[in-house]
Structures are given as structure tokens and as C-alpha cells.
């Protein structure tokens, strides 16, 4: 169980000061290598060992505002292990080390256990407001461990000039790929036009505006397909005026050329991309959900069949770093991580538009839940009866371990073994030990 080997082998006092710390946000111009043959300061091996176990415990600190009976889940309680594997994994001393193939192989294996937490809490917290933090500081571990990995493999993903105009093109057709993909060769794919209106390039990461891009037209293809094929049978009575009229002008040859267009415009400070279509999108797609595909079903049912509370993943998938990125709740927070900013106009009848600004400014620093994790102790400790504790304006060392205590005596406690509660000062297994097999 979870008070054993993995908790026991880091000492509370390591814990405790991680679970105090401060993140060291990072920006895309730290990211970049500028003419120097060894890797940026924000992806070298020194700072991803000493940056991630505080971003992961971050992450364990907002799970610990969850009530007791929901710390109890499995699935919060495999996510929590897994956090705590992982930071045993990279406080080890030889990680740094370490051949580069091996840190190489070793890092993929964290991100991609990242994104099988990723998801996993997707489908335990979609109705929670907290979702959207832990998806800020979850990514940002991603986009972390993903330059370094860029890096070392030279696969093109790396923080550079790209062109805005080529990314979206490619974004539009992989979108269009994926719906033919899902629904048959044989199914008309609606056009989405693109109309550039800027020739200047962007300093940014290739994917993530790829993805950005990729998920606001699958989003207005699902809708378009979705309008195309409801019943033309219908009973004009039962629409409004307003829809009979905009439906009237939208079927008017001289109206052939609507539908989806996508512009991409910029200026002096930012670059701007406007997707028009003219009908509205889902309203289900707006909303916080499980990953899915193209059309609509739930995906990564393997990923939950492997969910246990006392024992991680075997069997790691590369796909899984994919479809933690999936939706349109995960695009705001891709686009927000470096000052950008999407957003959406959809009206019933009229059609919809998606913006999306991103700032040119490659030193902004990342997106980060600062004031969300600075209150999040009071909450716990209130759920536990700390109320003294909860009372402490600052979240000292002290008042750190006794948020820690509290948080793994909660997740620790078997209600078949009431007697098994974590032992802070029991560590019988050595560090090197426990992270021997990672």
C-alpha cells in the first residue's frame, strides 16, 4: 500500500521541504539554444531533477484539498503514488549521471506516466474546478520533460522561429485526416479555408500551436458534420425566426462560400488567429471532459483497466502523451501556458468564432496556479479538523508537514485495516533501494 516503500523511503523533512517550495517558472526564450552546443539552461538534466519533484508535489497539494472520502478513490490514490515513484526517481543521485540514451529512456518514462495521470484524473475530477490548475501545472511538467527530449532526439519540436500560416495549414488537414479517419473514407469531410494575412514568423513550440490549432478545427468540423447529418425533415414551425432566416441565407447560392475559414493575422506585439464557421459549436464540447476521439467516443479505457491503488503501470503507452492533450478545456490551457489567450463566441442559429492570441514576447514567463496552491493547505486542514493549523496565514515548513502528514495519512488509511496509518519517522528502505528498479 501506499504508506509502504515509496512513502517510507523519502525521509518527511525532503517531502515537506518540496511541498514548501517555490516553482521556478521558465519562458520560451530560456527554452531556446542560442548558438551553444550544450542544452538550455531550462531543459538541462540538473534542473529537471530539482524543478519537477516540486511541480509534482504542487500537484499532490491540490489533490489534498480533495475531501476524504474522494482521496479514498483509487484512481487518486494511483495518481499519488505514482507522483511519489517519480520524485524518488528523480532525487536518486546517479540520474544526472547517467548516459544520456539511458536519462533519455528514463525521462520518457516519466512522461508518459504523466500523461496516464493526466488522464486518469480527467475522468475522477471532470466536474471539478481544480482540473484546470492541475492541467496548468501538468503540462508545464510536460512541455519540460518534451524540450528536453526534443532536444536530445532532434525531432524538430525545440522552441523556434515557425511560420503561423504553415502550422495551421497542417493543423487543418491532420483535423480533417482524423474525422476521415473516424467516419470512413467515403464521408464528405467539410473544407475549412484558410486565409493568411501575415507573412512574419512567431518564436514558439511547433506542437503546441499545432495542437492548439488542430483542436479548434476538429471542434468546428464535429459541429459541421453534426448540422449536416440532423434530419432534413424537421418542421420549420419549430424553429425560431432567426434560425429560419439564417438558415434561408446560409442555402443561398450566393452564399455558396460560407462555412469554415480560418484567418491568421498579426501585428507588432502578437499574432492572431479568427476560425469562423457558420454553425455553432456543441455545446459538449465546450465543457470539461474524458479524452475522445474524432467523434465522439471515450478513449483510454486501457489506461483506467490498468488503475490500481497499490501497485504503477507495466506497460507504458507513447499515445497516452497524445490524449492527455486532448479538448477544448486543454487547448485554453496549452494557448494561456506562454500569455497567450483562446476563446469562443457560439450562438444558436448564427454560427461561431474561436480567437486565439499568442504574444510575441518569447520571455513572458509560463502559466502558473500560484494563488490557488498558496490557500490550498487551509482547505485540507479545515476537511481534518487542523483548524489551528489551517489558521497560519504562510505555509511554513511546519505547517508543510503537517499538510503532509495529513495528506498521506488520508490516502493511506484502508478502512478494511483501520490500524495502518503512516509512520513519518519509519524509514526502513534505503533511497538507492527504492529507486533501484525505477
Keep these: ?46 534542473f529537471l531533477c530539482s524543478e519537477l519533484p516540486v511541480r509534482y508535489t504542487h500537484i499532490l497539494r491540490l489533490l489534498s484539498t480533495l475531501s476524504p472520502d474522494a482521496l479514498q478513490s483509487p484512481i487518486v490514490r494511483n495518481v499519488a503514488h505514482s507522483y511519489l515513484h517519480d520524485i524518488c526517481t528523480l532525487l536518486h543521485p546517479s540520474l544526472q549521471g547517467t548516459s544520456p540514451r539511458a536519462l533519455r529512456n528514463i525521462l520518457t518514462k516519466l512522461q508518459q506516466r504523466q500523461a496516464n495521470s493526466l ?16 492541467n496548468t501545472i501538468g503540462f508545464g511538467i510536460q512541455l519540460l520533460l518534451d524540450q528536453h527530449l526534443s532536444w536530445s532526439n ?5 522552441v523556434q522561429a515557425v511560420c ?12 480533417r485526416h482524423a474525422c476521415a479517419s473516424a467516419l470512413g473514407s467515403q464521408s464528405d469531410i467539410p473544407e475549412i479555408r484558410l486565409q493568411p494575412r ?11 500551436l499545432h495542437r492548439v490549432l488542430y483542436e479548434t478545427s476538429l471542434m468546428a468540423l464535429r459541429a459541421k458534420i453534426s448540422d449536416q447529418q440532423q434530419p432534413s425533415s424537421s418542421s420549420s414551425s419549430e424553429k425560431s425566426w432567426l434560425q429560419r432566416t439564417w438558415n434561408q441565407l446560409r442555402n443561398n447560392p450566393t452564399n455558396a462560400q460560407q462555412g469554415i475559414e480560418l484567418q491568421v493575422f498579426g501585428g507588432p506585439t502578437s499574432v492572431g488567429f479568427r476560425l469562423n464557421s457558420d454553425v455553432p459549436l456543441l455545446p459538449s464540447d465546450l465543457l470539461q471532459d474524458v479524452p475522445r476521439d474524432p467523434i465522439g467516443i471515450p478513449t483510454c479505457a486501457r489506461i483506467l483497466g490498468q488503475t490500481s491503488d497499490t501497485k504503477l503501470d507495466q506497460h507504458l503507452d507513447s499515445s497516452a502523451v497524445w490524449d492527455a492533450m486532448s479538448g477544448w478545456r486543454s487547448a485554453k490551457v496549452l494557448a494561456s501556458h506562454f500569455g497567450g489567450n483562446l476563446d469562443v463566441m457560439s450562438v444558436d442559429g448564427l454560427g461561431a468564432s474561436v480567437y486565439l492570441a499568442l504574444d510575441r514576447d518569447a520571455s513572458l514567463l509560463e502559466r502558473y496556479p500560484s494563488r490557488t496552491l498558496a490557500t490550498a493547505h487551509k482547505m485540507l486542514l479545515r476537511h481534518h479538523g487542523r483548524a489551528a493549523a ?5 505555509l511554513t515548513l511546519q505547517t508543510a508537514q503537517i499538510q503532509l502528514d495529513t495528506f498521506i495519512n488520508a490516502i493511506s488509511h484502508d478502512p478494511q485495516t483501520p490500524e495502518r496509518f503512516y509512520s513519518p519517522h519509519h524509514h526502513s528502505v534505503s533511497l538507492s533501494a527504492a529507486v533501484g528498479h525505477a
Design 198 to 208: 501575415i507573412e512574419t514568423e512567431l518564436t514558439y513550440i511547433p506542437n503546441i
Design 164 to 175: 503561423p500560416v504553415t502550422i495551421a495549414k497542417q493543423a487543418i488537414d491532420d483535423a
Design 154 to 158: 532532434q525531432d524538430g519540436n525545440e
Design 1 to 46: 500500500m501506499l504508506q509502504s516503500q515509496v512513502i517510507n523511503v523519502l525521509p518527511r523533512r525532503i517531502l515537506a521541504g518540496l511541498w514548501a517550495s517555490q516553482e521556478t517558472r521558465v519562458s520560451q526564450q530560456q527554452q531556446q539554444q542560442h548558438n551553444e552546443p550544450s542544452l538550455p539552461a531550462a531543459s538541462a538534466p540538473s
Design 119 to 134: 488522464i486518469r484524473l480527467r475522468y475522477a475530477l471532470s466536474n471539478s474546478t481544480m482540473l484546470d490548475n492541475i
Design 390 to 394: 489551517a489558521a497560519t496565514p504562510a
